[in-house]
């Protein structure tokens, strides 16, 4: 790897002139910036961001403890949002990723993380849930994205799910569906809580609003599957008279496999019953067939306001329900 010295002596220059032509340019004469750059290029040097940090350089880093965030496609956005939106404003950052259920992967990445001396640092979540802050973060200028905590008072940025799910169960009735059937995420995720709610609060407010059947997954279920098993069993017991008409999945991979057990019974979408979602995962909704009507989880500004939090110095330690786009497809 090419160091600082290597460029000094191409260049015949001292590590002092090296160090100004890359953090102060002009207090060298045009002459000796020329020659210092013409032996960066010729060696391909880059400078260690870990070495600008320690000497105090003014660009400043915020360092992202991923938790899934980088290794799942479902939130990586969330990332972009910070990437992003830090360099509008000079400031750099880098992601260390941990490995949840792996034994001492939080313990290694914290310790990876503090080692690379970052000003800020946000933590950042695949899927909401409460989490435990690791005392050696604490003192550290801190946000936290798609993730809550009990630990310390600091500003959160998390989807508002009571609104999504209040703005698409608006939206069923409008259509003038009467008859749903809710296949539920966890019934111990935060999630599933608010949607739950803002649900209850839109359907509830119609007169002779009918009885809901609702099924939830297993306590902390990640195999999705698993959502549509109530739906697979009803199909396999009387698949001529289905009761419904309207599926509300608890997120989009619910309603694929819905889709998919519908169709493979010879039911259309939505003529015979109506399929909706919830995420808008990776931006598949259109690549249904019918698209899907799903909610846009907003992934992409819960990283830009938590690095937004960190670059303007917000004191609020509020936790922030952001907004939750309605995407209209064919489905209902």
């Excluded at 750059?37 to 940090?53: D, G, W």
């Excluded at 003038?176 to 608010?194: D, Q, S, V």
């Excluded at 999705?224 to 991979?253: H, S, W």
């Amino acid at each position: 790897m090419t160091s600082l010295k290597d460029v000094a002596n191409l260049a015949g220059v001292s590590l002092m002139t090296v160090s100004r032509a890359l953090n102060n340019p002009e207090k060298l004469t045009p002459k000796t910036y020329a020659v210092v750059k013409k032996a960066i290029e010729e060696l391909n040097y880059v400078p260690s961001f870990a070495a600008q940090t320690i000497r105090g350089c003014s660009a400043k880093t915020i360092g992202v403890l991923s938790l899934g965030t980088a290794t799942t496609p479902f939130a990586v956005e969330i990332l972009l949002g910070i990437e992003q939106t830090v360099r509008q404003f000079g400031w750099h950052s880098f992601v260390i990723n941990c490995i949840e259920n792996e034994e001492n992967s939080l313990t290694h990445s914290v310790e990876a993380l503090i080692a690379q001396r970052p000003h800020a640092i946000i933590i950042a979540r695949n899927g909401l849930k409460k989490i435990k802050i690791p005392n050696a973060l604490q003192s550290y200028p801190l946000v936290l994205a798609n993730c809550v905590t009990e630990d310390i008072e600091v500003a959160s940025y998390i989807p508002d799910d009571f609104q999504g799910q209040l703005d698409l169960t608006k939206h069923i009735i409008k259509q003038g569906y009467k008859r749903p059937l809710f296949l539920h995420i966890p019934h111990n995720y935060i999630a599933t809580e608010r949607r739950r709610s803002g649900f209850n609060q839109a359907w509830h407010t119609q007169n002779n609003a009918q009885q809901v059947t609702e099924f939830f997954m297993p306590t902390d279920g990640e195999d999705y599957r698993q959502g549509a098993e109530p739906l697979a069993e009803m199909l396999t017991k009387n698949a001529t008279n289905f009761p419904f008409d309207v599926i509300i999945c608890g997120n989009d991979r619910i309603a694929f496999v819905a889709y998919q057990l519908m169709l493979s019974k010879g039911f259309r979408i939505p003529q015979d019953v109506a399929i909706v979602g919830y995420d808008n995962t990776v931006g598949m909704a259109h690549l249904f067939l019918p698209t899907l009507t799903t909610v846009q989880l907003p992934h992409y500004e819960m990283g830009k306001q938590a690095a937004l939090h960190l670059v303007e110095n917000k004191q609020l330690t509020d936790v922030t329900a952001l907004f939750c786009p309605l995407i209209l497809g064919k489905s209902c």
